[in-house]
Structure formats: C-alpha cells, structure tokens
C-alpha cells in the first residue's frame, strides 16, 4: 500500500517494523527517504507491507483495507497519519515464498555449471533473508 504525505514520518533510511504481530502492515518505510525522486513532488512516498494471509481482511475493499492500515499507523505516527494520501493499494498473490513447515531456510545458491540464484526464496521469507541470500550467493560466485 502505497500513500503521499507531506513529509517523512520516521526521517532516515529505515525500516519501521510491527512488533505486536497485530498488523494489518507488517512494515513501513519511507521510500523517497532512499530516493528522492520515488515521490510525488514535495511530498515522502510510503510503502506499507501487509504480506501474509489478511484473514478476513483480504476480502476487504480496498479502501477499507487502507482504513485499517491507517488506524495501525495512527497508533505509531499519530493523526499525521490522516493527512496521507493512499496512491495505491498492491494486492500481490503469493508475493512472499511459502514457509509454512516443513521449512527448509538457506536453500543452496550454486546450481552447478557456473548458475547461481539468489533471493529471499532461498532463506527466510524477508528483506533479511533476501540480502543474506545475495550475500552467500556472492561469496559464492567469488569463491568460484
């Protein structure tokens, strides 16, 4: 889910993480906080992940989906929050690979023959998991 706002809730290149498990938005970060030129003009572009099965919130609008999204930052950011303008709402399937047990984290990065892969698809289903995966896979490509 994607919103405009005036300015930058949580200034830095960073990721704001729900600790409680409660969500529905999982994470946020303020994208135009990396990179300018992401947002509209004058404003901070914000990304809020809602990943993972929605239960009864995947059948939401979504508009009304934003709304719970919004009362969930209203907690973090306090009423700035109403202030923000929601561009876009990304319903991505099976955005994030299956770790449902049996789970197998640290998937090999060789394939043989001089192939390798990486991705959060073989380690944990994360932006961690994604860059540890792209570490080992380099150190793989660099050790031949």
Not at 26 to 49: F, H, R, T
Not at 82 to 109: C, E, M, N, T, Y
Request: glycine share 14%; with cysteine; aromatic share 6%.
């Amino acid at each position: 889910m994607w919103f405009a706002a005036p300015e930058s809730p949580a200034p830095g290149k960073l990721i704001v993480l729900d600790g409680t498990g409660q969500g529905p938005a999982l994470n946020v970060a303020v994208m135009s906080d990396v990179a300018e030129g992401y947002a509209p003009a004058g404003q901070a572009l914000i990304a809020a992940a809602c990943p993972g099965d929605l239960g009864e919130a995947a059948a939401l609008t979504d508009a009304a989906l934003a709304g719970l999204v919004r009362m969930q930052l209203r907690r973090w950011w306090g009423v700035q929050v109403d202030g923000w303008r929601v561009l876009r709402v990304d319903r991505i399937a099976h955005g994030q690979p299956d770790s449902r047990p049996p789970f197998h984290p640290k998937q090999l990065v060789s394939l043989g023959e001089g192939l390798f892969v990486c991705g959060d698809h073989r380690d944990t289903p994360s932006i961690q998991g994604a860059m540890f995966s792209g570490r080992r896979c380099g150190e793989a490509v660099l050790a031949g």
